[in-house]
C-alpha cells in the first residue's frame, strides 16, 4: 500500500522536483513528455524549476530550430514536446483533440460543413505560410461564407495536425499564435506511435497511477484492455482508498521521509493536472483556491501545494493558502528569490513579497 507522501515523493522525483537535475533541456521535455504551454514562457519556468544551471536560451533554441514543438495534445490543450515526440504523441491523441472539438460550440457551428473538404482547404493555406486564427478563419469563409469563420479556423486548429511557430514561445517573445501544418513544418517524421508506450512513458513521468489518471493526463479513452494486456510488465500497488495503481518496475519510488525542497511551479505545470486524483500534491480543500488563480500558478512545501504566486512589474507575490512555519517561509523565501533573478529583465530586479 502507497500512502499520499510515498505517492508525492514519488511524482516529485519522476517530475524533476525533488531535486535539480543536471540534463539537456530536450532529454527533460522527453523525460516529462512535454510541458503544458498555454503560457508560452511557461515551459521556461517549468524547466527552470527543475534543472540545474537551466540556460532558457537552450530551450529557445530547440523551439526556433523545430527540434521542439508547440501544438495541441494531452487533454487538447497546447503542450510543448521535442519533435520526434510530436511524431509519436500527435497520431494517438488525435481521437481525443476531435472529441473536445465535438463538445465545444464550433462543432455546432459547422455542423453542415464538409469537414474533410474544410481540412483539405485548411491544410493548402497552412502550408502555404503560418497564419493566426484571425487570418485563416476569413480566408476559410470565402468557401463557406454563411459558416462563422472563428468555428471554421478552430474546426482545422483542433482536427488537423497542426503547430505553432516562432516567434511565438521564444523567450522573452510575446508574440500572436500562427499556426502551419506539422507536416509543413517539420517534414515527415519517421516515429512509430504506440499507445503501449504512451502508457509506459506516462507511468514513468507521474505514476504510479490507475487507469483514470492516464485517462484524466491524455484525454483518452477506451484504454483497459491496452492496460490489460500490459499488465504482466507492471508493478501492482494499492493506494489509501484499496484503488489499484500500476507502475514501471524500476521507477523511483523514494521514501516518503524523504525532505521536500519548496518549488515555484509553472502555469498550469503538469505535475498538478495529470491525475484524476491529485491529493498526492493539492489537498482537496485547496483545488478551488488553485481554480481562482487563472494561471494555476502554484508553489510547493514539503511537496504539495501550499499557494499561488504571481509576478508583476516589480514584485514576485506569494500567497500561501495558511500560514507557513519561520523555517518554510525563509525557504519559499529564498526560492523566490531565485525565481525572481531568472525572471527578471535585463538590468532589472523584483521584489519578493509574501501576503
Not at 540556460?55 to 514536446?81: C, K, N, Q, Y
Not at 505514476?207 to 507492471?234: K, V
Amino acid at each position: 500500500m502507497l500512502g499520499v507522501r510515498a505517492l508525492n515523493r514519488a511524482l516529485l522525483a519522476r517530475q524533476l522536483l525533488l531535486e535539480r537535475r543536471t540534463l539537456p533541456a530536450a532529454a527533460a521535455l522527453e523525460q516529462l513528455v512535454g510541458m503544458q504551454a498555454q503560457e508560452p514562457q511557461g515551459p521556461y519556468l517549468g524547466l527552470w524549476s527543475r534543472l540545474d544551471g537551466f540556460d532558457p536560451h537552450e530551450l529557445s533554441e530547440l523551439i526556433a530550430s523545430r527540434r521542439a514543438v508547440r501544438g495541441p495534445l494531452m487533454r487538447a490543450t497546447i503542450h510543448l514536446v521535442s519533435a520526434a515526440d510530436w511524431g509519436r504523441l500527435r497520431p494517438l491523441l488525435g481521437p481525443a483533440l476531435a472529441r473536445g472539438f465535438r463538445s465545444s460550440p464550433f462543432s455546432r457551428a459547422v455542423a453542415e460543413v464538409d469537414l474533410d473538404a474544410l481540412l483539405d482547404h485548411g491544410r493548402v493555406l497552412l502550408a502555404q505560410k503560418p497564419r493566426s486564427r484571425a487570418e485563416l478563419g476569413p480566408l476559410l469563409a470565402e468557401r463557406w461564407p454563411k459558416v462563422d469563420p472563428s468555428a471554421l479556423a478552430y474546426a482545422v486548429s483542433y482536427l488537423e495536425p497542426v503547430v505553432q511557430v516562432p516567434p511565438r514561445g521564444l523567450w522573452r517573445q510575446n508574440s500572436q499564435a500562427r499556426w502551419t501544418t506539422a507536416e509543413a513544418w517539420l517534414g515527415q517524421l519517421s516515429c512509430e506511435p504506440a499507445l503501449e508506450s504512451l502508457i509506459e512513458r506516462y507511468l514513468i513521468a507521474f505514476g504510479p497511477a490507475n487507469l483514470q489518471d492516464i485517462r484524466a493526463w491524455s484525454g483518452l479513452t477506451g484504454l483497459g484492455q491496452i492496460i490489460d494486456r500490459l499488465r504482466a510488465r507492471f508493478r501492482s500497488f494499492q493506494d489509501e482508498q484499496g484503488r489499484e495503481l500500476l507502475d514501471v518496475p524500476g521507477a523511483p519510488l523514494p521514501d516518503p521521509r524523504t525532505p521536500a525542497p519548496p518549488r515555484f511551479l509553472a502555469p498550469f505545470d503538469n505535475a498538478i493536472l495529470s491525475h484524476a486524483d491529485r491529493a498526492r500534491i493539492v489537498a482537496p480543500a485547496d483545488r478551488g483556491a488553485i481554480s481562482r488563480d487563472r494561471l494555476m500558478r502554484t508553489f510547493l512545501i514539503d511537496g504539495f501545494v501550499a499557494g499561488t504566486w504571481q509576478i508583476d512589474s516589480t514584485t514576485v507575490q506569494i500567497r500561501p493558502f495558511r500560514p507557513l512555519r519561520d523555517a518554510e517561509r525563509r525557504a519559499a523565501g529564498d526560492e523566490a528569490e531565485r525565481l525572481a533573478a531568472f525572471a527578471a529583465s535585463a538590468g532589472a530586479r523584483l521584489n519578493v513579497r509574501f501576503h
